[in-house]
């Protein structure tokens, strides 16, 4: 995920001095972080003339990211209760979730899986909830052991995105990218994934249909990566695309009917 910032020394302390990511590499007003020293998951960006993030807009609702235990989890809550930093939390059924803004107002999930073979399935469909978080209980999984950064074997999870129109959004992922529909969540919310996990993208209408997509400088959402898993299914969405797309130093470059970047690696 790459983000615009307001001011990077003020992300930046964020999310290592405080969420515990590592530098991967740093050209001032641009910043990778990473877990395991190789992989980006986070890319910081202060562009010039950067504004406020607005209110109202497609992109950004929330990267998730993905714990390697319960236990990691349990030691993240405990450090955050600790700095009292505003939170919100949720049992998900196939996951248990803590909810944070970044110091631009970017959405944060923070969760961990349970074992895919408590997920219930119908047919094509998984059930998922946001019910209450047993929050003793997770603190507990640390039992008192401190936090002490991100594990090497945190990933991204998950993208969530406000999108302007379901319909469209839906038509996108699943006809040109070859997501699959796993939740149609009230006619509001919509989950897709790959390979029967519980979801990769989340879309929602929350911030109004129809809303425009935010400003080039905005904070927010610059845009998120997907690595494609060869060049035979990369040639398919190319061709899926019909040319509406830009290819730079071999990465695709598609815009979302909502307007959100993506590159695809």
Same mark, same amino acid.
């Given at each position: 995920?790459?983000?615009?910032?307001?001011?990077?020394?003020?992300?930046?302390?964020? $999310?290592? #001095?405080?969420?515990?990511?590592?530098?991967?590499?740093?050209?001032?007003?641009?910043?990778?972080?990473?877990?395991?020293?190789?992989?980006?998951?986070?890319?910081?960006?202060?562009? !010039?003339?950067?504004?406020?993030?607005?209110?109202?807009?497609?992109?950004?609702?929330?990267?998730?990211?993905?714990? +390697?235990?319960?236990?990691?989890? =349990?030691?993240?809550?405990?450090?955050?209760?600790?700095?009292?930093?505003? %939170?919100?939390?949720?049992?998900?059924?196939?996951?248990?979730?803590? $909810?944070?803004?970044? +110091?631009? @107002?970017?959405?944060?999930?923070?969760?961990?899986?349970?074992? !895919?073979?408590?997920?219930?399935?119908?047919?094509?469909?998984?059930?998922?909830?946001?019910?209450?978080? #047993? !929050?003793?209980?997770?603190?507990?999984?640390?039992?008192?052991?401190?936090?002490?950064?991100?594990?090497?074997?945190?990933?991204? @999870?998950?993208?969530?995105?406000?999108?302007?129109?379901?319909?469209?959004?839906?038509?996108?992922?699943? @006809?040109?990218? =070859?997501?699959?529909?796993?939740?149609?969540?009230?006619?509001?919310?919509?989950?897709?994934?790959? =390979?029967?996990?519980?979801?990769?993208?989340?879309?929602?209408?929350?911030?109004?249909?129809?809303? +425009?997509? +935010?400003?080039?400088?905005? !904070? =927010?959402?610059?845009?998120?990566? %997907?690595?494609?898993?060869?060049?035979?299914?990369?040639?398919?969405?190319?061709?899926?695309?019909?040319?509406?797309?830009?290819?730079?130093?071999?990465?695709?470059?598609?815009?979302?009917?909502?307007?959100?970047?993506?590159?695809?690696?």
């Amino acid at each position: 995920v790459t983000l615009n910032v307001m001011n990077i020394e003020k992300s930046l302390a964020f $999310y290592t #001095d405080f969420l515990g990511f590592k530098v991967l590499e740093n050209k001032g007003k641009e910043v990778v972080l990473t877990t395991n020293g190789k992989t980006a998951l986070i890319t910081l960006i202060q562009p !010039a003339g950067v504004t406020p993030k607005e209110r109202n807009r497609t992109g950004l609702y929330h990267f998730a990211i993905l714990l +390697p235990t319960r236990a990691d989890l =349990g030691k993240m809550l405990v450090h955050l209760a600790k700095h009292r930093y505003p %939170i919100g939390a949720s049992d998900h059924e196939v996951s248990e979730a803590l $909810y944070l803004n970044d +110091p631009d @107002g970017n959405g944060i999930e923070i969760y961990c899986d349970r074992p !895919a073979d408590q997920w219930h399935w119908k047919m094509d469909s998984v059930n998922m909830t946001s019910a209450q978080l #047993d !929050a003793e209980s997770v603190m507990a999984e640390a039992k008192g052991e401190p936090w002490e950064g991100m594990p090497r074997e945190t990933v991204m @999870g998950h993208i969530h995105l406000h999108v302007s129109n379901l319909a469209e959004a839906a038509n996108f992922y699943q @006809g040109v990218l =070859g997501y699959d529909l796993v939740l149609n969540y009230g006619g509001q919310a919509l989950f897709l994934s790959t =390979g029967k996990y519980h979801h990769h993208l989340g879309m929602n209408t929350w911030n109004g249909v129809g809303i +425009p997509a +935010p400003s080039e400088n905005s !904070a =927010g959402m610059k845009e998120y990566a %997907i690595d494609v898993p060869d060049e035979a299914y990369l040639q398919k969405i190319k061709a899926a695309l019909q040319n509406d797309y830009v290819e730079k130093d071999g990465v695709v470059y598609v815009t979302d009917p909502s307007g959100t970047t993506i590159s695809l690696h």
